[in-house]
């Protein structure tokens, strides 16, 4: 069974940073790419920052310059990196991912349960 498990989530104040993790474990082939959202109580849930294979990235107007996505490929991981972080970053952080469980087959989705990010004084 496949499973992306979230971490690194806490109550940290203004200003501060935090670094996110998120581990993909079970019989995976590959993975594409990955990503970071949240999902602010009352608001739709946003894409913060995209990570393909090779590396390439993206990230969200809110978040570019403050926050950094990353990945070890050998440990099937993704990292976010926030810094500067402000009251209104408070969410639920969660990742989800693009994989395979063979060379040429169906690509899956498969999403964490979140981890909780509250930035307060």
């Known amino acids: 069974q496949v499973q992306l498990v979230e971490s690194g989530g806490g109550l940290v104040q203004p200003g501060g940073s935090l670094r996110l993790s998120c581990a993909a474990s079970?019989?995976?082939?590959?993975?594409?790419?990955m990503y970071w959202h949240r999902q602010a109580p009352g608001k739709q849930r946003e894409l913060l920052a995209t990570i393909t294979s090779g590396g390439s990235t993206n990230y969200a107007d809110s978040v570019k310059g403050r926050f950094t996505i990353s990945r070890d490929n050998a440990k099937n991981t993704v990292y976010l990196q926030l810094n500067s972080l402000k009251p209104e970053d408070t969410a639920v952080y969660s990742c989800?991912?693009?994989?395979?469980?063979?060379?040429?087959?169906?690509?899956?989705?498969?999403w964490g349960q979140g981890t909780q990010v509250t930035v307060s004084s």
């Open positions: 989800n991912a693009d994989y395979r469980l063979t060379p040429r087959g169906k690509v899956y989705v498969i």
């Open positions: 079970g019989n995976i082939f590959s993975i594409n790419a």
